[in-house]
């Protein structure tokens, strides 16, 4: 699956022929590159750009792994082969590892923020992905050290406000979720309200969502919680308004989670190049 999504990137990319490197570069001509940081981040998709370039039998040697916090100047990889082959991908190869090092340094710089203010909440991506892209962003959020949450809509039941709306309220919702859901499936609801955050925990959900709610309006909901001895039955998730300017202040209500979506829908990409070393001609077989 991989490998076809990264010639469908390829062929977009590349649609009948890279023109200008067909015209440039002789077809013997073999070329030695490094992949390079132009700035500080923690690095992600190194298995995936590896795949690519060894589609097109060319020669990558990580000089990293995914996961390590690298400075400006460091070479990431090294590739050889044919100099239309590496050209042709340079783009697609750098779009890659740009957006998922923004994501994976996004979610590490925030699990930091919680970890270094003695905090035990987990950060979590959303589905708030480019589509095409769902894989390689929440792949880059896991390798920064958050969750993936939910990648696709069935690996777990999540209760919404259209749904809630739709069934005629929470109970009735969670009801009809039950007549089909297998045991090894979580039940989660989201909630605009204590109200509501009371009758999901109430009405057994495994994870309730606090939704857009006001520092405020969580510090009471989780209150209610506490003392309808309710707060150690259910994992409470808080979505919806989270920056890096408020995420300690959210996290210091103790919830379990804290999801954002920001972490792959506003990804900064981080600054990568592909620098040819030197050049040299593919040696004919006798």
Same mark, same amino acid.
């Given at each position: 699956?991989? @490998?076809?999504?990264?010639?469908?990137?390829? %062929?977009?990319?590349?649609?009948?022929?890279?023109?200008?490197?067909?015209?440039?570069?002789? /077809?013997?001509?073999?070329?030695?590159?490094?992949?390079?940081?132009?700035?500080?981040?923690?690095?992600?998709?190194?298995?995936?750009? &590896?795949?690519?370039?060894?589609?097109?039998?060319?020669?990558? @040697?990580?000089?990293?792994?995914?996961?390590? /916090?690298?400075?400006?100047? +460091?070479?990431? #990889? /090294?590739?050889?082969?044919?100099?239309?082959?590496?050209?042709?991908?340079?783009? +697609?190869?750098?779009?890659?590892?740009?957006?998922?090092?923004?994501?994976?340094?996004?979610?590490?710089? *925030? #699990?930091? *923020?919680?970890?270094?203010?003695?905090?035990?909440?987990?950060?979590?991506?959303?589905?708030?992905?480019?589509?095409?892209?769902?894989?390689?962003?929440?792949?880059?959020?896991?390798?920064?050290?958050?969750?993936?949450?939910?990648?696709?809509?069935?690996?777990?039941? $999540?209760?919404?406000?259209?749904?809630?709306?739709? #069934?005629?309220?929470?109970?009735?919702?969670?009801?009809?979720?039950?007549?089909?859901?297998?045991?090894?499936? @979580?039940? &989660?609801?989201?909630?605009?309200?204590?109200? /509501? %955050?009371?009758?999901?925990?109430?009405?057994? %959900?495994?994870?309730?969502? $606090?939704?857009? *709610?006001?520092?405020?309006?969580?510090?009471? +909901?989780?209150?209610?919680?506490?003392?309808?001895?309710?707060?150690?039955?259910?994992?409470?998730?808080?979505?919806?308004?989270?920056?890096?300017?408020?995420?300690?202040?959210? #996290?210091?209500?103790?919830?379990?989670?804290?999801?954002?979506?920001?972490?792959?829908?506003?990804?900064?990409?981080?600054?990568?190049?592909?620098?040819?070393?030197?050049?040299?001609?593919?040696?004919?077989? $006798?």
């Amino acid at each position: 699956m991989l @490998k076809k999504k990264l010639l469908e990137f390829l %062929a977009e990319d590349i649609g009948s022929g890279d023109i200008t490197s067909n015209a440039v570069i002789p /077809e013997e001509t073999m070329i030695q590159a490094q992949i390079i940081a132009k700035e500080s981040f923690v690095v992600a998709g190194i298995y995936e750009v &590896e795949t690519l370039f060894r589609t097109l039998n060319v020669t990558f @040697k990580a000089k990293v792994k995914d996961g390590d /916090e690298v400075c400006k100047g +460091t070479v990431i #990889a /090294e590739v050889e082969g044919h100099g239309r082959s590496i050209l042709s991908a340079e783009r +697609t190869a750098l779009n890659i590892l740009m957006r998922m090092c923004g994501i994976a340094t996004a979610s590490r710089n *925030m #699990a930091k *923020m919680i970890q270094n203010a003695g905090l035990k909440v987990r950060i979590a991506a959303t589905r708030k992905t480019a589509p095409g892209l769902r894989y390689f962003d929440k792949r880059a959020v896991m390798i920064g050290g958050g969750n993936t949450h939910r990648v696709r809509l069935d690996d777990a039941f $999540l209760i919404k406000d259209n749904h809630i709306k739709v #069934a005629g309220g929470v109970r009735e919702a969670l009801q009809r979720v039950r007549a089909t859901a297998s045991f090894s499936k @979580k039940i &989660e609801v989201e909630a605009k309200t204590k109200e /509501e %955050a009371i009758q999901a925990a109430t009405l057994g %959900a495994d994870i309730v969502m $606090l939704d857009n *709610m006001t520092l405020e309006k969580v510090r009471e +909901t989780m209150k209610a919680l506490n003392a309808q001895n309710l707060r150690d039955k259910v994992l409470v998730e808080i979505s919806g308004g989270i920056t890096r300017e408020n995420l300690l202040d959210y #996290a210091r209500l103790k919830p379990d989670i804290i999801s954002l979506g920001s972490l792959t829908h506003s990804v900064k990409a981080v600054d990568i190049s592909l620098e040819v070393v030197s050049t040299f001609r593919e040696k004919q077989s $006798l």
